[in-house]
């Protein structure tokens, strides 16, 4: 807005046409004030979506060990923007299950992994939005086969970072 002003003021000062400095500045308030409250409404708007979860993606959750517990545990807060819908269990990794898995997500078997095919299919019925993949739930071959359903999908891919072994003072 400010630009915009400068710029007229600087056309009418170098082709010398008489313009009112009063008019400038109630054009350059007025703008101002327009946009500011289009911000605001704006803002209102994402605010009100955010809180009615319309902005959530809808998450397949792949692993069912201390990891992806955790991560089931994060997205509890709507801050983050994850809606989990369902949880593909999964036999590798620590062994360990998530204890409790709550009841609005869908079980899903671990085979799915396993195939391309099932996975897209899994995908398009749920509506996912994005798979998040618990590292240490998955085999190297498994996670490729994720990567190539969700990229057909056209579906992000979230991966859980799990560095246990590096120590911070190297």
Known sequence: ??????????FGF??????????????WILATLCCLTVRQRWHR?????????QLMYRTLVVGANEEARSALEAFRSPALGFRPVAIVASEIGDGQQVSVIPDDLARIPTDV????????????ELAVDCVFVASTAVTPD????????????GVEVR?????????PTM
């Open 1 to 10: 807005v400010g630009s915009a002003i400068a710029a007229i003021a600087l």
């Open 14 to 27: 170098w082709a010398q046409i008489p313009y009112s400095r009063l008019w400038l500045g109630m054009t």
């Open 45 to 53: 708007a994402m605010r009100r979506m955010r809180i009615d979860g």
């Open 113 to 124: 992994t396993r195939n391309v095919e099932a996975l897209r299919r899994i995908i398009g």
């Open 142 to 153: 498994d996670m490729a086969r994720i990567v190539k359903a969700a990229r057909l999908e």
């Open 159 to 167: 991966l859980s970072v799990n560095l246990p072994h590096i120590l």
